[in-house]
């Protein structure tokens, strides 16, 4: 059974302030989304990496894939009030047929004015 | 931008009556999934679904689960026999194609009474 691990599971910080999120696995996945989700919805992609090393940005945010493809960070810059949510990571197994996603448990972020 | 569209929002039944909860993919997508979340807990996968038939499917997607895509546009997950513990979110989610990331519609609340 495949695990994600995130962490923070909770994060409270100051707008303006910089942040990173962790999302670890001892298992390798085929690429690894980022999502965002609000309450009452359903998550809404963010980012895909692929390769392993891989960086992406996203205006204020900043995804990397590790080397392994076993654990990605995102790395929000001056955070803002309108960042505040649940950000999930969600490895894609490529064990399967269809690569069906693992989900880590979510990291709650809020910002505060 | 197209979207998920998954009815109900919110779907309240009996135990042991059985429920359809609906989704409408993106139209130019080709595979489907349905996965659950349990109120506090991560998201989890139920069942991946391509070319008409399931192509894979988690251990608890037993026999009082099922899915259809009856027509060209409708994707379909049914729960017989409903339990207290089925009461979840269930996000459906579709792709285009394998190299492609999942998009989730907005869920349907189940509560099972």
């Known amino acids: 059974t495949q695990l994600l691990e995130q962490s923070p599971q909770f994060l409270s910080i100051q707008e303006g302030e910089n942040l990173t999120v962790y999302c670890n696995s001892s298992?390798?996945?085929?690429?690894l989304q980022w999502y965002r989700q609000e309450p009452g919805e359903g998550p809404v992609l963010l980012v895909t990496?692929?390769?392993?090393?891989e960086v992406k940005k996203l205006k204020r945010l900043t995804f990397q894939f590790g080397d392994a493809r076993k654990d990605s960070s995102l790395h929000i810059t001056a955070a803002q009030p309108g960042d505040t949510g649940l950000y999930l990571c969600?490895?894609?197994?490529?064990?399967?047929?269809?690569?069906?996603?693992?989900f880590g448990k979510g990291t709650l972020l809020t910002v505060n004015p | 931008e197209p979207e998920v569209t998954q009815t109900p929002s919110h779907q309240v039944t009996q135990m042991g009556q059985e429920v359809i909860l609906r989704c409408v993919p993106i139209?130019?997508?080709?595979?489907f999934y349905w996965y659950r979340q349990i109120l506090g807990q991560k998201v989890e996968f139920l069942v991946s679904?391509?070319?008409?038939?399931?192509?894979?499917k988690s251990e608890i997607f037993d026999d009082q689960f099922s899915v259809e895509r009856p027509d060209g546009s409708n994707f379909t997950l049914k729960i017989r026999s409903t339990k207290l513990e089925d009461s979840a979110m269930y996000f459906c989610?579709?792709?285009?194609?394998?190299?492609?990331?999942?998009?989730f519609g907005d869920g349907t609340r189940l509560s099972i009474l």
């Open positions: 298992s390798v996945f085929s690429s």
């Open positions: 990496v692929v390769t392993g090393g």
């Open positions: 139209s130019n997508h080709l595979y």
């Open positions: 679904f391509y070319n008409n038939e399931i192509s894979e």
């Open positions: 969600a490895g894609a197994d490529s064990g399967g047929s269809n690569y069906k996603l693992t």
């Open positions: 989610a579709s792709k285009r194609d394998n190299n492609q990331p999942q998009h």
